[in-house]
């Protein structure tokens, strides 16, 4: 005669979950499998490390609540169920919340001015910002805009681009209304802003020398989303006497490891990142 829950012991109780927690990260594996590539049910019982009876009851489960489908000559396939959760979960974060931890670290570690933006036609839009801690006040404030191709993060923004965009965006930046600014621009030439940026795409990151701000330098890098399109950048920024450029090639490695972790949470993953950069 079958028991009830309530005449389960507690050792038996303790027995059945973690029989369930086992099922559940196996059918996780399977998941992980299929999307790794593998397609047939030997491959994936190869790769999961389960017999076949057992893969094929997982798959088929899988298959029935529609987070795999099958079929004929070709296999297994993550199935529609995971594309709809997949843009529930993009709707649901918010890329400030998720990138402030990794912000405040890089705040602590460097003690210099932080920002967080993305693009927005041809300007960087501010998202986030913290200030530094050695006594400078730079005009960049959350919501505030700036031509894309004159801000480090603008620039970081722009790796995933053609060069003809390139070459289109540093015509329009010769725009900018800030006098100042409009001075640094002049500096220079089309050929040069090309060749930088060739640099700073195989690098991954992207640097501001005084291009925006009068003494200003920033490090800044690219943030990924599970398309592995360009989001998002943030920087590192500071005056000339607190970041002189052996001091920012000794922060590239910082920043982009910081980029990549809000990267991660956005559903980016290493190999891709990695194979971009």
Not at 84 to 105: H, K, N
Not at 232 to 244: C, K, L, Q
Not at 253 to 259: C, R, S, Y
Not at 260 to 266: A, F, K, P, V
Request: aromatic share 6%; proline share 3%; net charge positive.
């Amino acid at each position: 005669m079958m028991r009830k829950p309530s005449d389960l012991t507690e050792v038996d109780q303790n027995s059945a979950t973690t029989t369930g927690t086992q099922t559940l990260a196996r059918g996780l594996s399977v998941l992980q499998a299929v999307a790794g590539g593998a397609r047939e049910l030997m491959e994936i019982s190869r790769v999961v490390g389960t017999t076949r009876s057992t893969t094929h009851r997982l798959a088929s489960c899988l298959v029935q609540e529609r987070y795999l489908r099958f079929t004929a000559n070709v296999g297994y396939a993550l199935g529609p169920k995971l594309i709809e959760l997949g843009f529930q979960a993009r709707e649901e974060i918010s890329l400030t919340v998720v990138a402030r931890p990794y912000l405040d670290q890089l705040a602590e570690q460097s003690g210099d001015t932080i920002h967080l933006a993305i693009r927005d036609a041809d300007d960087v839009l501010y998202l986030d910002k913290i200030p530094g801690k050695k006594g400078l006040e730079m005009r960049s404030r959350v919501g505030h805009r700036m031509p894309i191709a004159t801000t480090g993060v603008g620039k970081a923004l722009m790796l995933g681009l053609p060069e003809d965009e390139w070459k289109n965006l540093y015509q329009k930046r010769n725009t900018a209304a800030n006098s100042d600014t409009s001075k640094l621009l002049q500096k220079r030439s089309w050929t040069e802003f090309r060749d930088q940026m060739r640099q700073y795409t195989a690098g991954g990151y992207a640097f501001d020398l005084e291009d925006n701000e009068p003494s200003i330098r920033c490090v800044a890098a690219p943030i990924y989303d599970a398309r592995h399109m360009i989001v998002a950048a943030i920087s590192v920024s500071s005056t000339v006497p607190y970041m002189s450029l052996k001091r920012m090639q000794s922060l590239i490695d910082t920043v982009k490891q910081a980029a990549s972790g809000i990267s991660g949470e956005l559903g980016a993953t290493v190999t891709r990142m990695q194979r971009a950069s």
